[in-house]
């Protein structure tokens, strides 16, 4: 089987640096992703660690510790636009991606 | 780019009745899903398919099925729905070579009442 944790809630100001904590329990594990949802719509990927280490794409970082089973997503400088819910995923996949299962998710509110 | 395409986007309907969900991607993609989603619990997986011709339970299979069509189509039914399958249906695929991202639909919301 598998598990995720995540924090349910976090909140922060506009130009600030959060980070979002997820821990897995996991057979079989492949890599961590991370993606977004705002209200009502898709979710989008942002970012995915095979290996450990930090994945920096644009405001937005990834890190995994496989030793740890940990990883976390952090966003600098803070946008309005980033409040939304963010998921952890972690794959069973190789090659290719194979099964993904989600966190149940973060929800971030950023003030102004 | 139309991407990943599901219909219908809203559904209602009695305890009882069945329905299918459908989803099409036209990115060459192998692998296809589908979650539902409820407040507080994240995306679950239902099913998944790794290839045209294959498919998958994932971890809340009981009371769907699922068909792929071929490797553009990736069908999810519901024989008798329940109330406990009141929920947003999601569809998503994912390219051969692992990058770790899906690509989803917009979403199916369906209600059973």
């Known amino acids: 089987g598998q598990s995720l944790e995540q924090p349910s809630e976090v909140t922060a100001v506009e130009g600030a640096i959060v980070q979002i904590n997820c821990t897995y329990q996991?057979?079989?594990?492949?890599?961590l992703s991370w993606y977004q949802q705002h209200d009502g719509g898709a979710p989008t990927f942002l970012s995915y660690?095979?290996?450990?280490g930090l994945e920096e794409t644009g405001r937005f970082s990834s890190f995994l510790s496989r030793s740890d089973s940990y990883g976390y997503l952090l966003l600098q400088e803070l946008q309005m636009k980033d409040s939304a819910s963010y998921f952890c995923?972690?794959?069973?996949?190789?090659?290719?991606?194979?099964?993904?299962?989600f966190g149940r998710g973060t929800q971030l509110t950023v003030w102004p | 780019n139309a991407g990943v395409t599901q219909t219908p986007k809203f559904q209602v309907l009695k305890t009882g009745q069945s329905m299918t969900l459908q989803c099409a991607q036209d990115?060459?993609?192998?692998?296809m899903y589908w979650y539902r989603q409820d407040p507080g619990m994240g995306l679950r997986l239902i099913y998944y398919?790794?290839?045209?011709?294959?498919?998958d339970k994932g971890e809340v299979p009981n009371g769907y099925n699922v068909s792929r069509l071929n490797k553009r189509e990736f069908s999810l039914r519901l024989e008798s729905a329940a109330p406990s399958q009141t929920s947003v249906y999601f569809c998503?695929?994912?390219?051969?070579?692992?990058?770790?991202?899906?690509?989803f639909g917009e979403g199916s919301r369906l209600t059973v009442l």
């Open positions: 995923a972690v794959s069973w996949g190789g090659s290719t991606l194979g099964r993904l299962y």
């Open positions: 996991t057979s079989g594990f492949y890599g």
């Open positions: 660690n095979a290996l450990d």
């Open positions: 990115m060459n993609h192998n692998s």
């Open positions: 398919s790794a290839s045209e011709g294959t498919t």
């Open positions: 998503a695929s994912a390219a051969t070579e692992n990058t770790g991202e899906l690509f």
